[in-house]
């Protein structure tokens, strides 16, 4: 079955970096677009980043733009977001997800169960 | 960008009765790109429609999806008590960003 597992979270000081990884198993990893999103505590969900199933396109959230890249390992079946410049509003879960196209039809159809991230001096 | 906007931003019911969600969007999107998520306290968004109408395996046909352009809505017919979550709608569209809106809080009354 799909599986998706977030590792890397934890406290961090402002200004720092911190890399997310999400291990991927039960599908053949390196044909599907991954995503990360996040949760801030108690608030909604915010898209973050998508890579293509190749590693050829990249696409940030503005918010997260210059400071955020995602990126993939297809020999590892891994995905990464490396967050540099960390600020106190980017304390957040965070989340990988699987991207699927189908019959036209776009969405995030796996998550994984997520990784807690705080900023904190 | 294209702002999404749920509504009611919390709703109290009763199992039973009917639950009905609104999305909407701030320029008209294709209903492909629309979609739909539920997240229950401490476990992670689920997949619940796509194609703002289509069910996504394992979604119950209590709930139901319609709508275009700019007016989305999500439909649960009869309410149980596992359906008492947040929603979450999406617009996956051609280019990002895949914005989410803000979400609906479904209580029990």
């Known amino acids: 079955q799909v599986q998706l597992v977030e590792s890397g979270g934890g406290v961090v000081q402002p200004g720092r970096s911190l890399r997310l990884s999400c291990a991927a198993s039960?599908?053949?990893?390196?044909?599907?677009?991954m995503h990360w999103v996040r949760q801030a505590p108690g608030k909604g969900l915010e898209w973050l980043a998508l890579?293509?199933?190749?590693?050829?396109?990249?696409y940030d959230a503005d918010s997260v733009k210059g400071r955020f890249t995602i990126s993939r390992d297809n020999s590892k079946n891994m995905l990464y977001l490396q967050m540099n410049s960390l600020r106190a509003e980017d304390t957040a879960v965070y989340y990988c997800?699987?991207?699927?196209?189908?019959?036209?039809?776009?969405?995030?159809?796996?998550w994984g169960q997520g990784t807690l991230v705080t900023v904190s001096s | 960008e294209i702002v999404l906007t749920q509504s009611p931003g919390s709703l109290s019911l009763s199992p039973g009765e009917r639950a009905t969600l609104s999305c909407r969007v701030s320029?008209?999107?294709?209903?492909?790109?629309l979609v739909w998520y539920q997240q229950k306290p401490g476990q992670a968004p689920r997949l619940l429609m796509y194609?703002?109408?289509t069910r996504a395996t394992g979604t119950p046909d209590r709930f139901s999806g319609s709508g275009s352009g700019t007016d989305f809505t999500l439909t649960i017919s009869r309410l149980e008590p596992e359906d008492f979550a947040v929603y979450y709608c999406?617009?996956?569209?051609?280019?990002?960003?895949?914005?989410f809106g803000q979400g609906t809080k479904l209580e029990i009354k």
């Open positions: 997800a699987r991207d699927l196209w189908d019959s036209g039809f776009k969405f995030l159809d796996y």
């Open positions: 039960g599908f053949t990893f390196s044909t599907y677009g």
């Open positions: 890579i293509w199933y190749d590693g050829s396109k990249r």
């Open positions: 320029q008209s999107v294709s209903s492909t790109y």
């Open positions: 194609g703002a109408s």
């Open positions: 999406q617009q996956y569209g051609s280019s990002p960003p895949y914005i």
